[in-house]
């Protein structure tokens, strides 16, 4: 695989607060679960570097909780 990263995707994960946005965000990145995981406060956020093709791409994940303010209407 070439050392260079192919491409930047920037993906935002937002919903309700308890339905495990935080526990797939830790599997997915780092291939754990915490049992103990305490709720998000604000955002979080983490890197996960993947090969597509041979080759590198990069995503940043951002991670926030929504709330009614956040209403898509």
């Known amino acids: 695989m070439d050392d260079d990263v192919l491409t930047t995707l920037k993906l935002l994960i937002i919903g309700e607060s308890g339905v495990g946005k935080s526990s797939l965000?830790?599997?997915?990145?780092?291939?754990?679960?915490?049992?103990?995981?305490?709720?998000t406060i604000g955002v979080d956020f983490k890197v996960k570097t993947l090969a597509i093709d041979g080759n590198k791409a990069k995503l940043a994940i951002w991670l926030t909780w929504s709330r009614p303010s956040f209403s898509l209407a």
Not at 25 to 39: I, K, Y
């Open 25 to 39: 965000l830790l599997r997915f990145t780092e291939d754990t679960f915490d049992p103990e995981q305490t709720a």
